[in-house]
């Protein structure tokens, strides 16, 4: 009988023995109470407490945290945005007692806090204005943290404004925006090239013209000379100057008769071929210098006159 009954109290006593040790991880803190009461903070390791007297009220975390918050709010020019706050915090090692005691929800508290500071903060800009100012945005809400949550026992290592989503009818307005634009600086660019090309084209033409002209210069600069040496050889076997120039357009005149004879696709073409056609020609021509020389001669004269 007496056996019967140190059994139970054996097992009793190593479970209260055993119930009085517990492990508390790597940069985790617990909180200790007795009989409701704080009674000490323990820190990783393989701790003791007594046993029906102490107990674990808690454990908190002393690893850096991340709470994302998403907040709507209104700009200056009367968009509504959501924008997304990461803030990264920690619970101080020195003030473990405050981070749990003092706050029931540290998250609702910080929450509040973003919400607060976001909007305030946003609608004094342009929707423009939050994209680029979203650091200013950033650093207010930790300011604003820092300030209150340290009297809990928080630290605020950062805060982030990771997302900034404005209503999709403005995402579209503004991608419309943007695409025309670009489609503008596409067409000022293709303008410029278009207009460079036409003037390049006009320089080029223009080089064709002066470099045609002065081929043809030079052409007909050879001929005069040609006609020159011809005249002077034929003055020397006694054809005198008018004789020779009749003797040359005779032969040019028969020589253009069979460049056209020869070209299969030339248009139809009349010409006098009868043997005095070149000395008509000659004869022609020479009135015709005779009568522009003396029209020349009496224009200078009256300019003369009136001078």
């Known amino acids: 009988m007496g056996n019967f009954l140190v059994y139970p109290v054996i097992f009793l006593g190593l479970v209260i023995l055993i119930s009085s040790f517990f492990i508390v991880k790597q940069q985790t803190a617990a909180i200790i109470e007795r009989?409701?009461?704080f009674q000490s903070i323990r820190q990783s390791g393989l701790q003791m407490k007594i046993p029906l007297v102490d107990r674990v009220a808690g454990r908190l975390s002393l690893r850096i945290q991340q709470l994302d918050v998403i907040i709507e709010t209104k700009t200056l020019d009367d968009v509504f945005v959501k924008i997304k706050v990461s803030v990264q915090f920690v619970v101080l090692r020195g003030q473990v007692y405050d981070a749990f005691y003092k706050l029931e929800y540290?998250?609702?508290?910080?929450?509040?806090?973003?919400?607060?500071?976001v909007r305030a903060e946003v609608p004094k800009m342009k929707l423009d204005d939050v994209f680029v100012k979203k650091d200013d945005i950033a650093i207010a809400v930790k300011r604003?943290?820092?300030?209150?949550?340290?009297?809990?026992?928080?630290?605020?290592i950062k805060t982030l404004v990771t997302d900034i989503d404005p209503d999709a009818q403005v995402k579209a307005a503004m991608n419309r925006i943007n695409a025309s634009e670009r489609e503008k600086i596409a067409a000022q660019f293709e303008g410029d090239a278009a207009r460079i090309l036409i003037v390049e084209k006009a320089k080029a033409e223009a080089e064709s013209k002066r470099l045609q002209g002065q081929g043809i210069a030079d052409q007909r600069r050879e001929i005069a000379r040609g006609l020159?040496?011809?005249?002077?050889?034929?003055?020397?076997?006694?054809?005198?100057?008018?004789?020779?120039?009749?003797?040359?357009?005779?032969?040019?005149h028969y020589d253009?008769?069979?460049?056209?004879?020869?070209?299969?696709?030339?248009?139809?073409?009349?010409?006098?071929?009868?043997?005095?056609?070149?000395?008509?020609?000659?004869n022609d021509m020479v009135a015709s210098f005779t009568a522009s020389n003396q029209i020349g001669e009496a224009m200078k004269n009256a300019n003369n006159k009136k001078e």
């Open 35 to 37: 009989f409701g009461r």
């Open 228 to 252: 020159e040496e011809s005249v002077e050889v034929l003055n020397r076997v006694g054809i005198n100057s008018q004789e020779a120039s009749a003797l040359i357009v005779v032969t040019q």
């Open 144 to 156: 604003e943290l820092q300030e209150y949550m340290s009297e809990y026992g928080y630290d605020i």
């Open 256 to 282: 253009t008769l069979q460049s056209l004879g020869e070209e299969t696709n030339s248009n139809l073409i009349l010409l006098p071929n009868a043997p005095q056609a070149g000395s008509n020609m000659l």
């Open 106 to 117: 540290p998250h609702d508290q910080i929450t509040s806090f973003v919400f607060d500071v």
